[in-house]
């Protein structure tokens, strides 16, 4: 996977109303940390920081970083998203030495059909997004593949089925559902819709021979005051 560069200016200038300043024309500010150096706060251009994550890699994106112009290799590790807009309003830069691991999420992409549970009325649920794995920065992969072909009713794919690349490895529970093959939902909704219906002409019956009784009892009880 090849470097993606990225230009970023230290600043020296901080607190909530620069960073709504910056925001405003477009920039993001940001901080860089790792290797046991300082915070430097930075600020980064927000069009070039989208083009930088949009490729393949994704956030997972290997950066050579320019901090005015002394290169390091980076992750853009946290993104801070405004919480109605969506757009990015800070990054943080994680410093990475590209033969160490390190720590990052990574997409869990399922390729194939599952014919079975198609053919059964069922659906594919996706209990798992994204994948935390351990792997040098040099080769993270850009996606988990989780093959569903064989995926039948009531089975699950989970974490211990998953083939990593040679080299990336997860401490994710290896019992946690990736993905489930799910029956129709429409089979137990016909069966409890079946179940009330039972329950509800049983109350009915139930109802009326208790009128009925009830009915017979008064006519009994009236009869000796007719007569006299």
Same mark, same amino acid.
């Given at each position: 996977?090849?470097?993606v560069?990225l230009?970023?200016?230290?600043r020296t200038?901080i ?11 477009g920039t *993001?500010? #940001?901080?860089?940390?790792g290797?046991g150096?300082?915070?430097?706060a930075v600020?980064?251009?927000g069009r070039?920081l ?5 490729g393949?890699?994704?956030l997972?994106a290997?950066?050579? &970083?320019?901090i005015d ?5 980076? &992750?853009?590790k946290?993104l801070?998203?405004?919480?109605t807009?969506g757009?990015? *309003?800070?990054?943080?830069?994680q &410093?990475? =030495?590209?033969?160490?691991a %390190?720590?990052?999420?990574?997409? *869990?992409e399922?390729i194939? @059909?599952?014919?079975?549970v ?10 798992m ?11 993270i992969?850009?996606v988990i593949?989780v093959d ?6 009531g089975? %699950? ?6 083939v990593?690349?040679?080299g990336?490895?997860t401490? %994710?529970?290896?019992?946690t559902p990736v %993905?489930?093959?799910?029956a129709?939902?429409?089979t137990?909704? #016909?069966?409890e @819709?079946?179940?009330e219906g039972e329950?509800? @002409? ?5 109802? #009326? @021979?208790a009128?009925?009784e009830?009915? #017979?009892? =008064?006519a009994?009880?009236a009869?000796?005051a007719?007569?006299e």
């Amino acid at each position: 996977m090849a470097d993606v560069r990225l230009a970023v200016a230290s600043r020296t200038e901080i607190g909530s109303a620069r960073s709504g300043r910056l925001r405003a024309k477009g920039t *993001i500010p #940001g901080i860089v940390y790792g290797h046991g150096n300082d915070p430097v706060a930075v600020a980064v251009d927000g069009r070039e920081l989208r083009t930088a994550l949009s490729g393949d890699a994704g956030l997972n994106a290997l950066l050579d &970083l320019s901090i005015d112009g002394t290169s390091h290799t980076a &992750l853009a590790k946290v993104l801070q998203r405004h919480p109605t807009r969506g757009t990015v *309003i800070h990054v943080d830069f994680q &410093l990475v =030495d590209r033969n160490q691991a %390190v720590t990052v999420d990574v997409p *869990i992409e399922m390729i194939g @059909e599952a014919a079975k549970v198609a053919q059964s009325g069922g659906q594919v649920a996706a209990d798992m997004a994204t994948l935390t794995v351990n792997a040098t920065a040099a080769t993270i992969p850009q996606v988990i593949e989780v093959d569903i072909t064989e995926l039948e009713m009531g089975h %699950v794919i989970r974490v211990s089925d998953l083939v990593l690349p040679n080299g990336v490895t997860t401490d %994710v529970d290896p019992e946690t559902p990736v %993905v489930t093959g799910l029956a129709p939902r429409t089979t137990d909704a #016909g069966a409890e @819709e079946g179940v009330e219906g039972e329950a509800a @002409e049983g109350a009915e019956g139930e109802a #009326g @021979e208790a009128a009925a009784e009830a009915g #017979g009892g =008064d006519a009994e009880a009236a009869a000796p005051a007719d007569a006299e």
